[in-house]
């Protein structure tokens, strides 16, 4: 039996303004959506030598034990979210989620569980020379690359919205929840407004 599947991005709504916008500057900011990753939130005891193995076969890394910190190879980036708690993301876009049954089975009995919360969330990704700017007007962390470098991730809130962030190679990959997305967009393009202007 196949499947129908209609997959819809939170920010469809919005998605007139992120075109407007990326014809501006892009040089100097320019958002877009990394819509459908696989998102699987993960609780696991990591002192468990069966747990660690599990996770380990299924994503084919090793989980982050340092706070903040991400690890990541050509399929999955994990990111610290807590002493006990990570997230799964998948680097590309999938139809449908791909855990394995037999890897729920496997955890069966220990302090561990997955959950797949793709539907809740979206990737966003900024990039150009203001994105760090753009950021700062309404979240608290210290951007600068000495600082906050990369392998690393953080929790944090941009105005009302909670999101994680983390440094990429060509810019910023922020994490949001679906319910607030497009209200996170929005801010973001008024955020980035004075870079728009011509210098």
Not at 9 to 23: D, R, T, Y
Request: aromatic share 10%; proline share 7%.
């Amino acid at each position: 039996m196949q499947l129908d599947v209609k997959m819809q991005s939170p920010l469809v709504n919005v998605q007139g303004l992120l075109e407007e916008a990326a014809g501006k500057a892009p040089d100097r900011f320019l958002l877009r959506e990394l819509p459908f990753r696989e998102l699987l939130n993960v609780r696991a005891d990591l002192a468990d030598a069966s747990v660690v193995r599990v996770l380990g076969n299924t994503f084919n890394l090793a989980f982050p034990g340092r706070p903040n910190t991400v690890a990541e190879n050509d399929k999955h980036v994990i990111w610290w979210l807590g002493p006990d708690e990570w997230l799964a993301q998948s680097v590309e876009p999938v139809v449908l989620p791909a855990l394995p049954d037999e890897t729920q089975e496997l955890l069966a009995g220990s302090f561990a569980r997955i959950l797949d919360v793709s539907s809740g969330y979206t990737l966003l990704h900024l990039s150009g020379s203001r994105a760090a700017d753009v950021l700062n007007k309404g979240c608290p962390l210290d951007f600068d690359t000495s600082v906050f470098a990369q392998g690393q991730c953080a929790q944090s809130h941009f105005f009302k919205a909670d999101i994680a962030v983390r440094p990429v190679p060509n810019g910023w990959h922020v994490l949001v929840r679906r319910s607030f997305a497009e209200y996170t967009v929005k801010m973001l393009l008024d955020a980035a407004y004075d870079y728009y202007l011509p210098s």
